[in-house]
């Protein structure tokens, strides 16, 4: 697989017009290094900049965000050391989703939850080397089921139709990312954004609403991925959680501003109560409970 560089986040988050109410969760968000003290993994498919915690500790305090859940991402492989230690170091207010493999043993899943760790990632995009081994994933999901765990899902939109059938027969609550990563130029009546909301019928089935940059086929400010955010929190306004994806890895087009995806967030519902559940009140009953 060829590595790739990825662009830095904007450096200067802009305060949003929008305030998030207190308790409001960053529910998709990432560290990476720096790569002197945690180095990237060997077989990684991209090389992000540094975003350490130190500067996703000032992007929150910015943006008005008290609480964050942050993801592994492939260029870390299976070491959650930069993510433990960033858990460790936010006073309870940080949880995180870790990338494991069939090898993980009881002790060390033991450790993770300790550690603030309450769900699993699988990537099956493209351009991080796709499908991953699926009997791995079904040893790694029954591992994780005693814990209460859940499986968060990063997807592109056709392997919402390829693997349809796998997903309605899991056993544990699954995270679809960044709204399956439809194209907003397909419309609400695409196939992969039909398939979606059908799984959103499982009650084990929860959504990000997050990624409008990569949803978006217009770019800045990225309107267009507005309907079909809008869709998922009416559809299942109970299980639907939002984030920034700081620092944005392997965005190849326009660069978002997170003060301006938090401003965004708020054209998704006016409802000031569907606001709370999915800025708090969800991720406090996924990730806090």
Same mark, same amino acid.
């Given at each position: 697989?060829?590595?790739?560089?990825?662009?830095?986040? @904007?450096?200067?988050?802009?305060?949003?017009?929008?305030?998030?109410?207190?308790?409001?969760?960053?529910?998709?968000?990432?560290? &990476?290094?720096?790569?002197?003290?945690?180095?990237? /993994?060997?077989?990684?498919?991209?090389?992000?900049?540094?975003?350490?915690?130190?500067?996703?500790?000032?992007?929150?305090?910015?943006?008005?965000?008290?609480?964050?859940?942050?993801? +592994?991402?492939?260029?870390?492989?299976?070491?959650?050391?930069?993510?433990?230690?960033?858990?460790?170091?936010?006073?309870?207010?940080?949880?995180?989703?870790?990338?494991?493999?069939? %090898?993980?043993?009881?002790?060390?899943?033991?450790?993770? +939850? /300790?550690?603030?760790?309450?769900?699993?990632?699988?990537?099956?995009?493209?351009?991080?080397? %796709?499908?991953? @081994?699926?009997?791995? &994933?079904?040893?790694?999901?029954?591992?994780? #089921?005693?814990?209460?765990?859940?499986?968060?899902?990063?997807?592109?939109?056709?392997?919402?139709?390829?693997?349809?059938?796998?997903?309605?027969?899991?056993?544990?609550?699954?995270?679809? @990312?960044?709204?399956?990563?439809? *194209?907003?130029?397909?419309?609400?009546? +695409?196939?992969? &954004?039909?398939?979606?909301?059908?799984?959103?019928?499982?009650?084990?089935?929860?959504? *990000?609403?997050?990624? /409008? #940059?990569?949803?978006?086929?217009?770019?800045?400010? &990225?309107? @267009?991925?507005?309907?079909?955010?809008?869709?998922?929190?009416?559809?299942?306004?109970?299980?639907?959680?939002?984030?920034?994806?700081?620092?944005?890895?392997?965005?190849? %087009?326009?660069?978002?501003?997170?003060?301006?995806?938090?401003?965004?967030?708020? +054209?998704?519902?006016?409802?000031?109560?569907?606001?709370?559940?999915?800025?708090?009140?969800?991720? /406090?009953?996924?990730?806090?409970?």
């Amino acid at each position: 697989m060829r590595e790739r560089s990825c662009q830095p986040p @904007d450096p200067a988050p802009r305060r949003p017009r929008f305030r998030p109410p207190p308790g409001a969760c960053d529910a998709h968000c990432h560290v &990476f290094g720096p790569a002197d003290r945690y180095p990237y /993994a060997p077989d990684r498919a991209y090389t992000p900049p540094d975003a350490p915690v130190e500067a996703l500790r000032r992007l929150h305090a910015i943006l008005g965000l008290e609480r964050a859940v942050i993801v +592994q991402a492939s260029c870390h492989g299976t070491d959650n050391t930069a993510m433990l230690e960033a858990i460790a170091g936010s006073g309870g207010a940080y949880r995180g989703v870790a990338i494991l493999d069939a %090898g993980v043993t009881e002790a060390e899943l033991d450790r993770l +939850q /300790a550690g603030g760790i309450r769900g699993v990632r699988f990537n099956f995009v493209r351009h991080l080397g %796709g499908a991953p @081994d699926l009997a791995v &994933f079904d040893a790694v999901l029954e591992r994780i #089921e005693r814990l209460g765990w859940h499986v968060v899902l990063h997807l592109d939109a056709e392997d919402i139709l390829d693997h349809a059938g796998r997903i309605a027969r899991l056993r544990v609550p699954f995270v679809i @990312d960044h709204m399956g990563r439809v *194209k907003a130029r397909g419309g609400l009546g +695409q196939a992969p &954004f039909r398939a979606l909301l059908e799984l959103l019928r499982n009650p084990l089935a929860w959504v *990000k609403v997050c990624g /409008a #940059e990569r949803v978006s086929s217009a770019g800045r400010p &990225f309107a @267009d991925a507005v309907p079909f955010a809008a869709a998922l929190i009416e559809a299942a306004p109970e299980r639907v959680l939002w984030g920034t994806d700081w620092p944005h890895p392997n965005i190849a %087009g326009d660069m978002p501003n997170d003060g301006d995806l938090v401003d965004l967030f708020a +054209q998704f519902t006016a409802d000031a109560g569907l606001r709370r559940q999915v800025l708090v009140e969800n991720p /406090a009953r996924l990730y806090w409970r």
